[in-house]
């Protein structure tokens, strides 16, 4: 079954740090470029931050330019956010999606940047 799983979202102060996890599972997963997105209510989805299969090119939104870092682990099927100097705009929810011929999406974790 393909599947993408996301994990590490929750409540956090302004200028925090949190770091999001998203587990693949029944596909090639070194094959597929990878990306964050996020979404609040009312909005369109926006892109974050995007990946290259082998990890060599990595794009950002300018928004989360020196802030946010996303990385992969091809040996554990994950990919990863990290996401510092947390603003109140940054809350979302964030979702994972793996592209190649198809494009498959986690199910989201939600992200609060709140005092």
């Known amino acids: 079954q393909v599947q993408l799983v996301e994990s590490g979202g929750g409540l956090v102060q302004p200028g925090g740090s949190l770091r999001l996890s998203c587990a693949a599972s029944?596909?090639?997963?070194?094959?597929?470029?990878m990306s964050w997105y996020r979404q609040v209510p009312g909005k369109e989805r926006e892109l974050v931050a995007a990946?290259?299969?082998?990890?060599?090119?990595?794009n950002y939104a300018d928004s989360v330019k020196g802030r946010f870092t996303i990385s992969r682990d091809n040996a554990k099927n994950t990919v990863f956010l990290q996401m510092n100097s947390l603003k109140p705009e940054d809350t979302a929810v964030y979702y994972c999606?793996?592209?190649?011929?198809?494009?498959?999406w986690g199910q989201g974790t939600l992200v609060t940047v709140s005092s």
């Open positions: 999606k793996a592209t190649r011929y198809i494009e498959v």
């Open positions: 029944g596909f090639t997963f070194s094959s597929y470029a």
């Open positions: 990946i290259s299969e082998g990890g060599g090119t990595t």
